[in-house]
């Protein structure tokens, strides 16, 4: 069994192969579905076109059994090892099959806006996310529906929280264009993954670099890397670079046990920001976001989602007033331009979370008008 941090860096690795010609889907599946522990059976055919259910499988098969595939082994063997992989692993290993299926439906949904060229619709469930009486309420998709970001990934945002920031931009700039934005916790990618169907641009950073377009920055030195701005010493650049973004999205980790950086064995554990203490938490995130207002382009806006608990696995301790005191906390001249409280309908397991969340507070910031 691989763990969290080798699945990760897989989804950068090559990509799946496509069947060999000549192989009805339909009927390798049925060949291969026998093989398999029915719980994993039932968890891939939730994908419902046979050709992606084997490319999920593929992936699995990459993650949970080591790279071995059913052509290397002999049928009785390749049993064996799923049956092991279930009987030991069962949570993880459900995990990398969840992931399996996540980047399967993710890479086709990607390859869809790649090759018409126009900006595939977001789902209109969260087109349409509204706020009501300041309430946003979200829900994971199902798992046979693309997932923006990655469906698995701890505390991964939802999407609706990033259409709504971005249709409040739109609402407030003269001559709208897709917005250049920074994602300074992008985690999966969800901001870039929702943005970019609207012909948005997004830098991605993150504290643990997972693959997925997003490069390392510790959030407290944002400005200081390329792709905000800052000149490169040696060679060029090629990346995007956006000096004075439209949007800032930022989502720190709940403050708790496991931690992102811990997941995924990184060097700056200590920097991640669910290992502070609540003042200093508190403390930290207003002065990014102070910063983050000061970067802004004319009429930009910081969208913060703010959780308000503290995780121990899948328990949470709820925590209220987190929001508020970060407000309390932020620079002069910033300006509250939305307050939502966010609600999940449904959710689905994510890594070391499980469905438990923290309970979301949502709140866009912006640069207070200055009378001359
Ligand atoms: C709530 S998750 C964000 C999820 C992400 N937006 C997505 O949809 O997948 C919090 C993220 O903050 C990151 N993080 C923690 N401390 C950080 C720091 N000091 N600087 C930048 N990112 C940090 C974690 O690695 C994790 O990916």
Not at 177 to 187: F, I, K, S, V, Y
Not at 277 to 293: M, Q
Request: charged share 25%; glycine share 8%; aromatic share 4%.
């Amino acid at each position: 069994m691989t763990c969290l941090d080798d699945i990760l860096a897989d989804i950068d690795a090559e990509p799946i192969q496509p069947e060999p010609a000549g192989q009805h889907p339909g009927r390798a599946w049925k060949r291969l579905a026998s093989d398999l522990p029915p719980a994993v059976r039932r968890m891939l055919e939730t994908i419902r076109i046979p050709g992606l259910r084997l490319a999920a499988l593929r992936r699995a098969e990459r993650y949970v059994l080591s790279g071995s595939v059913r052509e290397d082994l002999d049928a009785a063997r390749y049993r064996a090892l799923w049956r092991s992989a279930w009987s030991n692993r069962n949570a993880e290993t459900t995990r990398a099959i969840r992931l399996a299926i996540d980047q399967t439906l993710k890479d086709v949904h990607i390859a869809r806006m790649v090759e018409h060229e126009a900006p595939y619709c977001v789902p209109t469930e969260v087109r349409t996310a509204r706020v009501r009486d300041g309430k946003l309420t979200v829900e994971d998709p199902p798992s046979a529906k693309p997932s923006f970001g990655v469906r698995s990934y701890p505390e991964r945002t939802p999407p609706e929280v990033v259409t709504v920031a971005a249709r409040t931009w739109r609402s407030r700039v003269r001559h709208p264009r897709p917005p250049l934005a920074w994602d300074l916790t992008a985690g999966s990618g969800t901001v870039q993954d929702v943005l970019r169907c609207n012909g948005g641009r997004v830098v991605s950073t993150d504290l643990t670099n997972n693959g997925n377009g997003v490069a390392k920055l510790d959030a407290r030195n944002l400005g200081c890397c390329p792709g905000h701005g800052q000149p490169v010493q040696t060679g060029h650049f090629e990346g995007l670079v956006v000096q004075h973004p439209d949007m800032v999205f930022l989502d720190p980790p709940s403050r708790g046990v496991p931690t992102m950086a811990e997941l995924d064995r990184s060097d700056d554990a200590d920097r991640d920001l669910a290992s502070l203490d609540r003042n200093v938490y508190i403390e930290i995130v207003a002065t990014i976001v102070s910063k983050s207002v000061e970067r802004l382009a004319a009429g930009g806006l910081v969208s913060l989602l703010v959780r308000e608990g503290v995780r121990n696995h899948q328990h949470i301790t709820q925590d209220s007033g987190v929001a508020d005191a970060i407000m309390g906390a932020l620079a002069a001249g910033i300006q509250v331009v939305g307050h939502h409280e966010v609600v999940y309908a449904h959710a689905a397991n994510q890594v070391s979370v499980g469905s438990a969340r923290c309970p979301m507070v949502h709140l866009l910031l912006g640069r207070r008008a200055t009378c001359r």
